[in-house]
């Protein structure tokens, strides 16, 4: 049996979808949210409601459901139902992979964008975010500081046609970068992620005020949404001043 979407994010036509059922509606379910079918902190019917709703089992809703809840879109709450999360923020728990010396996941409170600007893709993003020959990329730069713990450089990626209109949003509006992801449904669902030792390089040394030339962990990482298509490339350095590195994704 395979479902479709339409553009309400419901079975019904459009795309097909392979792979076990409470995997196809988990799917559904995902495109629902990621389209702001049902936006964050709205209550989700009862699974009988949803199984009706969407022609299958309870069994097979509810399946779907942990499905959701595994990666942190859905939130359930005992006697009080199951309610919608912010994607982007379940995404940044879920794939933040620093820790402190007390094993507690540690997301810098200081962020300072550098800069953003439209311009074409290098070689190396243009393979990693599989872009056509002379497609441009968003390009914006980040530091995230925890004093004394955690400096973090990310020189991030975006496909200009996957979001456009960030440069100028974020140009106007510097703010907006917390939300960027979620106004424009870039959420991550997958990462590849490949992990170096570095010195650390001059000008990110000077955007983090430290010294050139320390040692720090140096990542690429390419983020997919759910559809597996490549929305991000993120370059970072990390000075670990107090800080481990650890990526479980469950």
């Not at 999360?85 to 200081?110: M, S």
Request: hydrophobic fraction near 40%; aromatic fraction near 6%.
């Amino acid at each position: 049996m395979k479902f479709s979407r339409n553009d309400r994010g419901h079975a019904g036509v459009s795309r097909p979808y392979a792979g076990p059922l409470y995997l196809q509606i988990g799917e559904l379910l995902r495109e629902r949210i990621r389209s702001r079918g049902w936006v964050e902190g709205q209550a989700l019917p009862n699974e009988s409601e949803l199984a009706r709703e969407y022609g299958v089992s309870v069994g097979t809703m509810r399946k779907a459901l942990e499905q959701v809840e595994a990666i942190g879109w859905i939130s359930r709450r005992q006697g009080r139902g199951t309610f919608v999360t912010n994607p982007e923020t379940a995404a940044a728990k879920r794939l933040n992979p620093f820790y402190d010396n007390n094993g507690q996941h540690v997301i810098p409170k200081l962020v300072t964008m550098k800069g953003v600007g439209t311009r074409p893709a290098t070689p190396d993003e243009a393979r990693w975010l599989a872009l056509e020959a002379g497609e441009t990329v968003t390009s914006l730069v980040a530091v995230y500081v925890e004093t004394g713990v955690l400096a973090i450089h990310d020189d991030i990626a975006v496909p200009t046609r996957r979001a456009p209109g960030i440069a100028e949003e974020l140009a106007a509006d510097p703010d907006r970068f917390s939300t960027f992801r979620s106004d424009h449904n870039l959420v991550a669902t997958r990462v590849r992620e490949f992990v170096t030792a570095a010195a650390l390089p001059e000008d990110v040394a000077a955007a983090l005020g430290q010294e050139a030339g320390i040692p720090v962990l140096s990542t690429s990482r390419i983020s997919f949404d759910a559809d597996g298509v490549a929305i991000e490339l993120c370059v970072r350095h990390a000075v670990l001043q107090a800080a481990g590195y650890s990526l479980d994704l469950g």
